[in-house]
C-alpha cells in the first residue's frame, strides 16, 4: 500500500476540484517524484471504484547526459573557441583536449576559426572573431529551465539531430472521481485469521482480492540440458527398437579404424588436413590385429572379394596417424571385427556421442557435434529391410520430413568380409546428427547458442520437455 | 558432393523435352541426383558482390545439380544428358571406340628418366575432326576443371592439358628440366617467361597460385614439347598459349601427367567419352602412344569395357525384390551398363564412363536405382534382439536426473580448448598437463583435449 499520506492527499485534492487532475501537477506541487503519485493512484486502483485514473501521454523535450554537460560547460565548438589564445594554438595541442575532435569541425563551419596549415612549427589554429555567441549552450539552457517552446522546430531537431536533445513521451494520469469516491480509505484486509473467525469481526471488515493474474515465485530447481534432452529420446527409441548401445567413450581413434577399415581410401578428401583434426600428441597408434590389417592392405591397393580395389599404395604410415574421430562409425567398424572373432549373431547396435570436424565454422557447423547411428547386421539384409527400419525410426520420431537430415547405406563387402564376417551377412547403418534435430524442435537457429560455454543459461533454464512424437 | 551447373535451356534442348522445375528435381531424384538450386549468373553474383557488380551478367536460367562425387560420367552435360537419356530409354548407350589414325603413326609421348622425380606418369590421346560450338567449348573446359578439383584432387594426382593438335608437331617429349632453364609464352600473355618468374607472377593470382606449391621446391619442373620445341604446358600449372584451343580448333591433342596413374587413365577415359561425341566419326578416338623412359609403349586410351559376372538372384536378394533376369538386364541396360542373361547368370558390361563400379554391389545399387527405390518394398529385419544399455551411459543417466533434482543445472562444454584454457589460466605448465594436442586446429581456441572426460557443471 502506497504511502497513506499522499493516498489521502490525492483524494482531497480530487475532492476539492470540479472535474480532475493531472498526477504531474499533483507531484510537481507536492514536491514528489512522479512515481510516488502513480504508485498512489495504482494502490487507490486496487481498492476498487475510488477513483478512475485515464492513462495519457504528453511529449516533451529533455537534454541528453551530453546536452547537460554543454549546458553547463559550453559547447565543444564555444570551448575550442576559448582555449585558443592570442598567438594561436598547434592544432596537434588542440586534438588533445576532449573537446577538441568534435569542437574543431563544428568551430571551422562556424567560421569561428581558420587553420593555418604551412605554419612554422606545424598547423596552427587562429581565432577569426574576436568573441562568440553560444547559440547551443542557450538554446539548451532554455530547454533545462523548461522552456523549450521558445525554440522553433528546426532548431529543436538539429539539436536533436547532434544528441544533445531528445524527445520524450511522459506517460501521466488523469485522475477524476470514481463512482465510490470517498477521502476516507479503508484498509482492506489481507489475511483471515482465527481472531476474526471467534469474534465474528470478519463480517465487517473488507477483505483484499485475489489478484489471480498475479505471477507467483519461480521455485528454486535444476535443469537439464535440451540437446542432452533430445539425446535421451533418441536412446529411448532405440532401446524400444532392440538396439544395444555401443561404448563410445574414446573420442581418439587412429586413422585405420576411422578411415581404412571403412575401406576409405588414403587420398580421400574427408582425411585432408583442412577436414579432420589430426594429433600432434599422441601422435601414432601401432597396434593392430597383423592379419586384418594385411587383409585391409591388400582389399585397398590390389582388390580382392570380388572388387577391383583402388589400386594405389596403401601406406601404414597413414592408417597410424591419430585423429579426433570423424564419425562414431569407427566405433561400428570395432564392434564388428570383434563380432567377426566370434561366432557370428544378428545385432543391432546404436550410440549417439560426440564427433569432430575440422570444418569451416558458421550459424549450423561447429568443429564437434554429436552423432546418432544405428547399424543392423544380419543374414540376407536387403535394401527393403534398410528402408524399413529407417521408416520405423523415424516414425518413432514423428516427423517423416528428417529422414532428408539422415545418411544412410549399407556397408560395403570390402569393408565386413576382410573382417572376417560370413559372406551372406549384409550390415546396413543410417546416422544423423543430434544437434539438427535439436535446433528445429527447440526453435534455435544459431548452434553456438545451444552448445558450448557461451549458452545463455537462461535458454536451459527455459527449454521445455522433449516430446518427439508431437 | 560436387555441384554442376547447367544452362536449363539448353539441357532441355538437349534432352528433348521441357520439364518444370518440380518434373526435373524428380527425373534427378529418381536418377540419384539432386536438384540443388535454380538461380542464374545474374543472381549469383548479385549474392555474393551486390548487385551493382550483377548488373552485365547474364539472366539465362542455371540449374545446379550435385552429383556424387565418385560419378566423373556426370560432371558436365554432355554426361548428364546422356545418362538420363539411357535412364529414359530413349537412347542406346553409345559405344566408345578407340581407332589408329586414319594414316600415318599414331601421336608420341616420349617420357624421359628426369620426370621421375616429380611426376612420372602421363597418358595422352586425340579428338580428331572435331567441332566446336561456343557451348561445348565451355563445357569442355568446365569439366578439365571439375576433374581437376574432384579426382585429380586439386591437380595434386592429375593436371590435364588439352591443345591444338595443328599447332603443334609431334612426337612430343614430357620432361623435366630446372626452372631457370624452362622458358616460354604461357596462356594469355603476350611475351616469354622463364618457370621462375611464372612461380612470381602467379603467386597473386586468384586461381593458380593454389597449384604453385606442387612442384614450387622441386629441383626440376615438369614441361611439355614438340619436336619444334613448342612448350605445350608446364603441368600442373599452365598451358602454353602457342598450342591453345578455340573454336575453329579441329583436332586435339589430350595429355595427362600424374602421380597415380590409375587415376590419369580415368580422366583420359572421361574426357575423351564425353567430347568425341563431336567429333567427324561420333564416340571415336585416336589413340596415342607413351613411352616410358625404360622403353615400354603404352597405347591410350584404355576405354576399357570390363564384364563382370552374377547371378539375378543375387540382385534380387541384395535389393529384396524379385525380378527375372530378363528383367534385371533391362534396369541395368538403363543404367549405362549393358547386361544379357548368360546361361544361370548375368553378364554385365561396365563401359569406361563408370570407373565408380569397383564391385558387384555398385551395380546392384545400379539396379535397385533403376527399379526405383520408392517402389521397393519396406520389410522389417527378421532378428529379434534384446537391447542393452551401455553401463557407463546407464549411470550417466541416473545420475544426471538426480543432479538436476537436487538444484544443478546441465552445462555442455566443448571438448576442445585452447592451450591457455587448461595451463596458463589455472597457474599450470602445458607440460605438467594431461591433455590431447591437436596438430592443425583452425583457431587457437581449438587446440587442446583435457584428459578428464566431459565434466557437467553446477
Redesign the interface.
Known sequence: MADTGVVETLLQRIEKVDGGVDSLEVAASLGVDHQVIVGAVKSLQALGDIISAELRSSKHWELTEEGSEIAEQGSHEARVFSSIPLEGLLQAELMKLSFGKIGFSKAMSNKWIRLDKSHEGGPRIFRTVESIKDQVRERLLLVKQGNAAQLDEKEKNELKKRKLLAEVTVKSYWITKGNSFSTTVTKQETDLTPEMITTGSWKEKKFKQYNFEAMGVAPDCGHLHPLMKVRTQFRQIFLEMGFCEMPTNNYVESSFWNFDSLFQPQQHPARDQHDTFFLSDPPLTRGFPPEYLERVKKVHSEGGYGSQGYNYDWKIEEAQKNILRTHTTAVSARMLYKLAQQKFTPVKYFSIDRVFRNETLDATHLAEFNQIEGVVADYGLTLGDLMGVLHQFFTKLGLKKWVEVGNSGVFRPEMLLPMGLPEDVSVIAWGLSLERPTMIKYGINNIRELVGHKVNLQMVYDSPICRLDS | MPTVGIKRDFLFKALGKTYTDEEFEELCFEFGLELDEVTSEKEIISREQGDSKAADASDVILYKIDVPANRYDLLCLEGLVRGLQVFKNKLEAPRYRRLSPDSGEPQRLIITKETAAVRPHAVAAVLRNITFTQERYDSFIELQEKLHQNIC?KRS?VAIGTHDLDTICGPFTYTAKAPGDISFRPLNQTKEFTATQLMSLYKTDSHLRHYLPIIEDKPVYPVIYDSNGVVLSMPPIINGDHSRISLQTKNIFIECTAT?L?KAKIVLDIIVTMFSEYCAKPFTVEQAEVVYPDGQIFTYPELTYRKEKLSGEFIN?????SESAEQICQLLTRMCLLSHPLGEEIEVEIPPTRPDI????DIMEDA?IAYG?NN???????????????P??KLT?LL??D??????????????CSQEDIAEKLGKKISDVKA???????TAD?QV?PGN?AIRCA
Open positions: 584432387r594426382l597415380d590409375t536378394r541384395k535389393v529384396g525384390i569397383i564391385h558387384a554391389c535397385a527405390f521397393v518394398p519396406r520389410t522389417t529385419p527378421r532378428t529379434y534382439t534384446v537391447a542393452n544399455q551401455f557407463l551411459n543417466e544426471r536426473h543432479m538436476a533434482a537436487a538444484g544443478f543445472t546441465e552445462a555442455l562444454n566443448f571438448a576442445l590431447v594436442h591437436i596438430s592443425n586446429p583452425k581449438f583435449r572426460t
